[in-house]
């Protein structure tokens, strides 16, 4: 009897077991957080000179070091012979091909510092050119291969300081203050800034001394060969007071002998100057000065002496990016983003213009070869990201890699709907999508998670993101939109927002929601929001308005304008662009639109989640917020990540963490008592 009643108990518990572990199984093909440590990404695909091979950087993670790793892999144009020609626990960036394609140089922290190195590609020797303690970077080979163009900081002149008493022998003092006199003494992820500035330099391609040609208090920019090698071209601000000028620096040009000339002197932004292969034309990207928020980024060309100056694309109401001259310098590829897409077009000297690429998906980073041949990286809703190659011929992308086929072609990924609706305010009308969990079901009531973007003058896309994926792997339904103030749509669509964010954006991130829960799939219920940056600012104004959603994460957000135009890094771009004067010039304006006036209307229960680090957002602006909130007895909770700056991703656990605090808190205040949020909406119009 003993014996059949164990029997019966161990034929229960395998029945609750199995009742267990099938839900689970069920679940098994989903992404799940922990695969962020699996996670690689691919950025900067060079392609060889004669167009038959792409080198490219892969970005990996040691989940022992919690770090993350790149090294240098190569693939040949028709997807063959896929192979590292880097290795170890390094940072090898910024790979760049001699012109007769023996050599690629690169930038590797496999030195103290960040340095330049060499590898041939014959034979696969490494030779290491520069020794400087600062690091190398914007690399760019002479036309004749014999030497190897960079920027690196040189440290200023240190000012007068006081005279301390002489230290005893054997003591151990503190370390001494640290004196500021700039403007711009701080920077997010850098932290309080050197007194440096970054220079132009040239070094002997198998090593030697490096020879600076730049001098003067002044930050200049990636170098571009002259077809002759007897200059480079730059942008910088080579202006008195350089460190109060904001957005308007100039195409340079510098000999060996450090001659310097200005080539332009517009009131505006000229940057990137990129050498024609004949070296007869400069393209390059600026706009005229209008003191917007935003301004469209337009191509330019002009003569290699500064003369001839022309804008292609007068009309193009998109921002340019990525300009690549094609091979015999007739025309120039640039990406455009239009909609959440991303295309290759090209322009031709005269104006015209004909689309290379077309498809649901964003390309960017091309780089082109004289044979015609280009090459990017491709992502798109179901796709991280991955090296493509294509011609102008076929504009039919071909996948070089699938650097993350491992971890999700035997999982399932939530869909993508894209849609369009109409603004409550005045009947503009939004781009938005929708992200449906994995085995989606119509007839069932999602939570769903309103995720607003960064900027402002930002744009979401088609392309993958892990975190979206992974909050609709919990069953979440993830909207985001693009409202007033997103690029991709025009110059008057993005400058709408001008002194006067946050506001009527509201308006178009409310409205969205309202047509996403109008489906019927949506439990009304269990509305969440959480945006970070832009969107942080975003959440915190949203809550102050509406008691419509469940719970709330504000994430590096702008909460008090005031403290923020002045202790951000961003400080004379922000009080120029954003607002008509300084704070103490117009205080009601910067409080009326600060989120910290509202913060006695809020009822929702709120997480903040900021880096230590943030220097774009600072964290004292979340403290504020949360302190106000806590203060009023109201439910919040601050989450403070060590040693992150802005965006809390620079460790990958951080990063985890992060989507955790977020998951965890919409988790726990989900509403199972049948109380909706009906007349609510019904108030607002949505």
């Given amino acids: 009897m ?4 164990r029997t019966v108990q161990i034929v229960l518990s395998l029945l609750l077991l199995c009742a267990c572990v099938v839900p689970a199984a069920a679940r098994d093909n989903r992404l799940e957080v922990k695969h962020w440590f699996d996670f690689e990404e691919v950025s900067d695909p060079q392609i060889s000179p004669d167009g038959e091979r792409v080198v490219y950087v892969r970005r990996y993670t040691d989940i022992m070091k919690d770090s ?15 192979r590292p020609i880097t290795t170890g626990k390094f940072s090898d960036r910024s790979p760049r091909w001699s012109h007769d394609g023996t050599r690629i140089a690169f930038v590797s922290d496999r030195e103290e510092g960040s340095k330049i190195f060499v590898h041939f590609v014959d034979d696969g020797q490494l030779v290491q050119v520069t ?27 240190p000012p007068e300081g006081v005279k301390m008493p002489k230290k005893p022998k054997g003591a151990q003092w503190a370390d001494p203050p640290v004196v500021i006199e700039k403007v711009n003494y701080r920077s997010n992820a850098r932290g309080y800034l050197p007194d440096e500035y970054r220079h132009i330099f040239v070094v002997p391609a198998l090593g ?16 571009s060969w002259s077809a002759d090698g007897s200059k480079v071209y730059f942008s910088a601000t080579r202006k008195p007071e350089a460190e109060w000028v904001v957005q308007d620096s100039e195409i340079y040009s510098v000999t060996m002998d450090g001659t310097i000339e200005a080539l332009t002197d517009r009131r505006g932004p000229d940057r990137d100057p990129i050498v024609s292969p004949r070296g007869s034309w400069i393209a390059y990207t600026g706009f005229d000065e209008k003191e917007f928020a935003y301004t469209i980024t337009r191509l330019y060309v002009m003569r290699a002496d500064g003369t ?22 007739a025309h120039v590829y640039v990406t455009i983003r239009d909609r959440g897409l991303q295309n290759v077009h090209r322009v031709g000297l005269d104006g015209q213009m004909a689309e290379v690429t077309e498809g649901v998906h964003q390309i960017r980073g091309i780089t082109a070869a004289p044979n015609g041949r280009l090459a990017g990286v491709l992502t798109n809703p179901t796709l991280p990201g991955d090296v493509v190659t294509f011609t102008t011929s076929s504009g039919n992308p071909l996948r070089l890699t699938n650097v993350n086929d491992d971890l999700l072609d035997h999982r399932e990924i939530g869909s993508l709907e894209e849609i369009w609706y109409e603004s409550s305010l005045d009947g503009r009308k939004v781009q938005g999508w929708i992200l449906k969990p994995p085995a989606f079901d119509p007839s069932r009531k999602y939570p769903l ?15 993958f993101s892990f975190e979206f994926q992974v909050l609709a792997a919990e069953d979440y339904v993830v909207f985001y939109c693009n409202p007033r103030g997103s ?19 509201y308006h178009d991130l409310m409205s969205g929601v309202g047509d996403v829960v109008k489906r019927g799939y949506i439990d009304e219920r269990n509305l969440f929001v959480t945006g970070g940056s832009g969107g942080g600012v975003l959440t915190c104004w949203i809550i102050g308005q509406t008691d419509r959603f469940a719970a709330a994460v504000s994430q590096y957000p702008v909460i008090n304008w005031y403290s923020f135009v002045l202790t951000c890094d961003i400080t ?13 010039e117009e205080m009601e304006n910067h409080m009326a639109r600060s989120p910290i006036s509202l913060v006695g209307n809020v009822t929702t229960p709120t997480l903040l989640i900021t880096g230590e680090a943030d220097w774009r957002t600072p964290i004292s602006e979340t403290e504020q917020y949360y302190q106000a909130l806590r203060i009023q007895k109201k439910e919040a909770k601050l989450v403070r990540v060590p040693d992150e700056a802005h965006g809390v991703h620079a460790r990958p656990s951080h990063y985890i963490a992060k989507i955790l605090h977020i998951r965890e808190w919409f988790e726990l205040h989900k509403r199972t008592d049948g109380k909706g949020n009906e007349e609510t909406a019904e108030k607002e119009g949505t």
């Avoid at 003993?2 to 009643?5: C, G, P, S, T, V």
């Avoid at 993350?68 to 896929?82: A, E, F």
Wanted: proline residues 8%; negative net charge; glycine residues 10%.
């Fill in 2 to 5: 003993i014996a059949k009643l």
């Fill in 68 to 82: 993350r790793y790149s090294s240098l892999w190569m693939v040949n144009t028709d997807g063959t012979r896929h």
């Fill in 131 to 157: 020794n400087t303690p600062k690091s190398a970077s914007a690399i760019a080979w002479s036309p004749d291969d014999t030497q190897i163009a960079f920027t690196i900081p040189v440290e200023a002149e």
């Fill in 208 to 223: 030697g001394t490096p020879r600076q040609l730049t001098d003067g208090d002044y930050d200049h920019g990636a170098p």
């Fill in 308 to 329: 001839e100056v022309k804008c292609l694309t007068p009309e193009l109401d998109r921002d340019v990016s990525d300009v690549v001259w094609c091979p015999g310098g």
């Fill in 449 to 463: 998670i309103l995720y607003i973007h960064g900027g402002p003058h930002a744009m979401y896309s088609v392309r």
């Fill in 487 to 505: 690029t991709g749509y025009g110059e008057e669509f993005g400058n709408i927002i001008q002194y006067k964010y946050p506001g009527d954006d």
């Fill in 572 to 584: 004379g771009y922000v009080a120029k662009r954003w607002f008509r004067g300084f704070p103490w």
